[in-house]
């Protein structure tokens, strides 16, 4: 059947499509981070139709769309960028705030998300089972398969839920009510707004035909008939014996796999739903009257943070500094939180100490010259209690004793009472003390999620200003600003990248190896960041875990097979112990030595060999249990003088260009790791040998 073209939804049906009130105050929660997280944004949208739609119309608008479509709602975010999801969230919010749902519009709605969800994990599963290979297409379209309700309802709201019973579930007997009321049915409508989208793979049919019959289907595309079951097995509690029958015929699904598929599925649900807070019984109004007003508060604060957001330095270079930033955090204090008067503790590590100036209220202090000094870790007055515990404190109703340095701050700031907000950020730790009246205290303890949010964006500016207190003299000073200044500046090309693959990824499609390729670029990338923070914050211990070493080595002959190896015909061989079990070592260091070893080994065969990456467990060394790692090559050997110094910084044989740092890192992370590493050479090549001592770990126990 086709469509009118007037009948497909328009942009501002689509923008009044309704949506959950707990799946919006998720998705608020997740766009209003400065850095929101790609993945945790996606898989939150994409429990909910409404959202999706949206992002996806937007994404395929004359004034987003690039040369393919957007058929996921992973392409639209990537098309459409934060700031925009931003607003067309906010906006959605905005709109289903002031919007009234009754009773029964509430019912509608939850029973609606429940069944969207369900089929779009069956479709999925299927689609996977079946060997279907648009895995996200086929989850986009069950998540969509009723959207066409919710644009009849946005259009005519009372006279949709007049069609809709809690206690009737015949599709059929809806869609020939919605034909006589509306002369169309929403299969009709969710099939022309994928039209209009210009979608591939039939994703349009797949809406346009899920509540026909199996004998109708039986000689239609793939998605279709995927979609098609996807909605009869999500609108049943109990699998029926037609929905079997139609499972049998169109993909040989037996009734013990599909009743089984459809438990797992109802269960996942259940606990996406628990999680979210959505209400098990569609009787019971009171989860959705409270994420109403919880959207209602997000909204606000969302407000306040954009304010905040408007009045931070936008970091042109061109713009004047203004006393140190000082004014800068001043405004920013105000416009948050009504604080006129304010100090700025700032933790000084190497001394121990919460160091403040009051020169320019929220200064930063050079070495000596602090106002205030007081050790960070004894809890004589409230700022160090804030600092200590970690948590707001106001001096009208602390408990414990203020200290002198207490009252003289209260007298500075002239205000009936003292607040200490502590922050803790990537490089700059401290308190902000600041005076307020009684009513701020009373806001602060009401609003106590906005207040750490606003804090959060206050955070930031503190960490962009110079990290004197760090330091213990001007050459430290200049060193650590250096190298500060050199971590932030490669983190931004390392983010592009990092979001660059994510697009490329998506072009190629789905692949399982394309995505094994991926995450091993992006866990190298990650890796890459982890090296620039520590230079920033060499105090920080590496976190030991259980490694797979196996699958370390793996990937990272994988990596050089592909690059370095093939573009100097150099074969490699991997002889890889299957016995050995997960060790308790850093991953991230033992990736950093293998690196650097395997980078040399390759770099020694320059017109081609073998590079050998063996790993051997049950290794005896004086009496205990070792694993071995041994990477081996078939270059020329190592030159003598080179051998005598082997793990000295600077004993280099690559010239002059190279520092000479490799192998002495190596040693330094081996030594960390308490392994030890072994080296021969001769005229046939070149092994190291790596050895880690056994730590019992665990093992997870199989389900």
């Not at 910084?649 to 520092?659: M, R």
Request: charged fraction near 20%.
């Amino acid at each position: 059947m086709t469509v009118e073209k007037q009948r497909v939804p328009t942009h501002l049906t689509l923008n009044k499509l309704p949506s959950l009130p707990q799946v919006l105050v998720r998705i608020l929660d997740a766009v209003s981070q400065e850095s929101a997280d790609f993945q945790q944004l996606s898989t939150i949208i994409r429990q909910d139709s409404a959202m999706s739609a949206r992002l996806i119309a937007v994404a395929n608008s004359s004034y987003y769309r690039r040369q393919n479509s957007c058929d996921t709602v992973d392409r639209a975010l990537m098309c459409l960028g934060l700031e925009t999801v931003r607003t067309l969230v906010i906006t959605a919010a905005v709109k289903q705030y002031f919007s009234y749902f009754d009773k029964d519009h509430q019912q509608f709605m939850t029973r609606f998300w429940r069944r969207s969800l369900v089929a779009a994990h069956c479709a999925q599963t299927f689609a996977r089972l079946t060997g279907y290979q648009g895995l996200s297409q086929a989850y986009l379209c069950g998540l969509l398969m009723d959207v066409g309700q919710l644009c009849l309802l946005a259009e005519n709201d009372h006279a949709y839920m007049e069609l809709w019973s809690p206690g009737d579930q015949d599709d059929v007997r809806l869609l020939e009510s919605e034909q006589e009321t509306f002369a169309v049915r929403h299969t009709e409508l969710g099939a022309a707004l994928l039209d209009s989208w210009q979608m591939d793979n039939f994703m349009a049919d797949a809406l346009r035909y899920h509540h026909a019959t199996g004998a109708e289907i039986r000689q239609a595309h793939h998605l279709v008939k995927i979609i098609n079951l996807s909605c009869r097995v999500s609108g049943q509690t109990e699998l029926d014996d037609r929905t079997l029958s139609v499972a049998n015929d169109l993909f040989g699904f037996n009734e013990d796999l599909l009743r089984e598929l459809h438990m797992r599925i109802a269960a996942d649900v259940r606990r996406i739903a628990g999680g979210l807070g959505v209400a098990s019984g569609d009787d019971d109004p009171a989860p959705a009257h409270q994420a109403n007003r919880e959207l209602g508060e997000k909204l606000g604060q969302l407000n306040q943070l954009q304010a905040l957001r408007s009045s931070l330095p936008r970091g042109d270079a061109n713009e004047a500094p203004d006393q140190d930033g000082a004014d800068t955090i001043g405004r920013a204090l105000y416009l948050s939180f009504g604080f006129e008067r304010y100090v700025i503790f700032y933790l000084r590590e190497d001394q121990g100490t919460l160091e403040a100036c009051l020169s320019g209220a929220g200064a930063t202090v050079a070495s000596g010259s602090a106002d205030f000094q007081v050790a960070a870790d004894v809890g004589d007055s409230l700022v160090q209690r804030s600092f200590i515990e970690q948590r707001v404190i106001d001096s009208s109703t602390e408990t414990g004793t203020s200290g002198l340095l207490d009252e003289q701050l209260l007298r500075y700031c002239r205000q009936p009472a003292l607040i200490c907000l502590p922050f803790s950020g990537k490089a700059r730790r401290g308190v902000v003390v600041a005076g307020a009246d009684l009513d701020t205290v009373a806001q602060q303890q009401q609003n106590a999620g906005l207040w750490r949010a606003l804090l959060q964006q206050i955070t930031l500016l503190l960490e962009s200003r110079p990290a004197s207190l760090a330091a213990t003299g001007p050459a430290s000073d200049d060193a650590s600003a250096r190298i500060s200044e050199a971590v932030h500046e490669a983190s931004n090309p390392l983010s592009v990248i990092n979001n660059y693959l994510e697009i490329l990824r998506l072009k190629l499609g789905d692949s399982k190896d394309a995505d094994r390729e991926f995450a091993i670029l992006r866990e190298e990338i990650d890796r890459v960041g982890n090296i620039l923070i520590r230079l920033n914050r060499p105090e920080e211990q590496p976190v030991s875990e259980a490694v797979d070493v196996n699958a370390v080595v793996d990937d990272l002959g994988r990596i050089f097979r592909e690059s370095m190896c093939a573009a100097r015909n150099i074969t490699v061989a991997l002889e890889l112990d299957p016995s050995l079990e997960p060790m308790l070592l850093n991953k991230a260091e033992l990736k950093q030595v293998l690196t650097n070893l395997i980078k040399n080994a390759v770099e020694a065969m320059p017109a081609g060999g073998t590079l050998t990456l063996r790993s051997r467990g049950r290794v005896m060394v004086n009496g205990r249990v070792h694993v071995t790692v041994a990477i081996e090559d078939t270059g020329p050997g190592l030159p003598e003088q080179l051998m005598s110094g082997l793990f000295t910084p600077g004993v280099t044989s690559k010239g002059q260009t190279h520092a000479g740092l490799g192998l002495s890192v190596v040693k330094k992370l081996m030594d960390a790791m308490s392994a030890q590493i072994v080296c021969s050479s001769g005229d046939d090549g070149t092994q190291f040998r790596l050895l880690f001592p056994v730590t019992q770990t665990e093992r997870p126990r199989e389900s």
